[in-house]
């Protein structure tokens, strides 16, 4: 792990280049939260972050995840699961994260509800797209995205408020663009289509997110600007 002055420096420029390029672009930085990935790095790490005073923290697998709510359970953070979520999972997720990013599955969208229903918990889930059709991630189709996030979006434990991508990658950053660009206009279709308010964009990482700022992003997941390079995904 980076040093602890080496973490809070990035994080700190990083939140300004986020403010520049809202005010350049005429958005609300206020509106554009950035999502500290913490996935491989340690709860020390995490704490750190914390301590500078960052709230929003992103994991992509379930039990890396618990172990680190646990052993931080004395501070507040927002825990965000980014990760491909599997249906036998579920169960482990409900009252732990405050939004899931990578919803993708109908089936595990009934799990999850099934599992919240008696506790009471409405779970807040952004629903990932695979736009390039990549095979090894995660994500529904452009085609089949209607008709599964109307049958999500039934289910009274869940409430979908947006949509989330993660594009191929590029060594060009303006290259993801199009991508970020079409994410945000299936949000609008679908919005107009199922009445509802989905205010949430999840899209731009540590190569391309000022990209995904202009393109409208409201949640940025950063990992590697942040924390220095995994030794592991
Ligand atoms: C690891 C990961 C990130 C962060 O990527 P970096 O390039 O390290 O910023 C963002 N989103 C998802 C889904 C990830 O798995």
């Not at 020390?44 to 960052?54: E, F, K």
Request: charge should be negative.
């Amino acid at each position: 792990m980076d040093k602890a002055r080496d973490i809070i420096t990035r994080w700190q420029e990083i939140q300004s280049e986020i403010e520049k390029t809202a005010v350049r672009c005429n958005r609300n930085p206020e509106h554009i939260t950035l999502v500290a990935v913490s996935k491989t790095h340690p709860a020390q790490a995490v704490r750190i972050l914390s301590q500078a005073g960052h709230l929003d923290f992103g994991e992509n697998y379930v039990q890396e995840a618990i172990d680190k709510q646990e052993e931080l359970s004395d501070i507040p953070i927002r825990w965000h699961f980014i990760g491909r979520l599997q249906s036998n999972k579920a169960k482990y997720i409900p009252g732990r994260f405050d939004l899931i990013h990578s919803l993708d599955r109908l089936k595990t969208a009934q799990a999850l509800d099934q599992r919240c229903a008696p506790l009471g918990v409405v779970q807040k889930v952004l629903i990932q797209v695979n736009l390039a059709g990549e095979e090894q991630k995660g994500g529904l189709s452009v085609s089949e995205l209607s008709a599964v996030a109307r049958e999500i979006n039934a289910l009274p434990h869940i409430d979908v408020q947006g949509l989330m991508c993660m594009p191929p990658f590029f060594d060009d950053p303006t290259r993801a663009r199009p991508f970020f660009r079409r994410l945000a206009q299936e949000r609008d279709r679908l919005q107009d289509e199922l009445g509802i308010e989905l205010r949430h964009l999840s899209m731009g990482m540590s190569g391309d997110y000022l990209a995904a700022i202009e393109e409208g992003a409201t949640l940025l997941r950063i990992g590697t600007s942040i924390f220095g390079h995994r030794d592991y995904d």
